[in-house]
């Protein structure tokens, strides 16, 4: 791991993360937040780039999916994803909704950002996804 955040807010800006499980996550406690901008994810990883918990969930257990709100607030802009092996084929794991909302604006990710209950407060625009373009959306 490289930055993990719980129960609090984070800004991590203009990192270099190589070779990582998750090189942010979050556990999804009430009220946390992340912003991460300006960084690269290169080399390897073990998981998602990026990962954020359900409240109340841990580790391998999905039980809270949907159950439980997933923080507040994540902010995702302006990264770019050059790995050269992943253990996934998912930039970015979100296991349930946030109460404010996920923004994913202005990346350059290898790969789609997975939403467990696939709807909802993910907002998606201006990102290159495999080297194709996407106004919004994935």
Known sequence: YG?????????????IFDHHRHAVSGNGSPGESYEVRYCIFQGA??????????NGSHMGDWSQQGSQPSGRLYRIHHNTEQLTDSGTDQFMGLVSNPT???YVNNNRMQY????????GRLYMTNNYIGGVFHASGQ
């Open 3 to 15: 930055v993990g955040v719980s129960y609090g807010t984070a800004l991590i800006e203009g990192c």
């Open 45 to 54: 990883n073990a998981d998602t780039t990026l990962d954020v918990h359900a």
């Open 100 to 102: 404010e909302g996920m």
């Open 112 to 119: 789609i950002v997975y939403q467990a209950n696939q709807s």
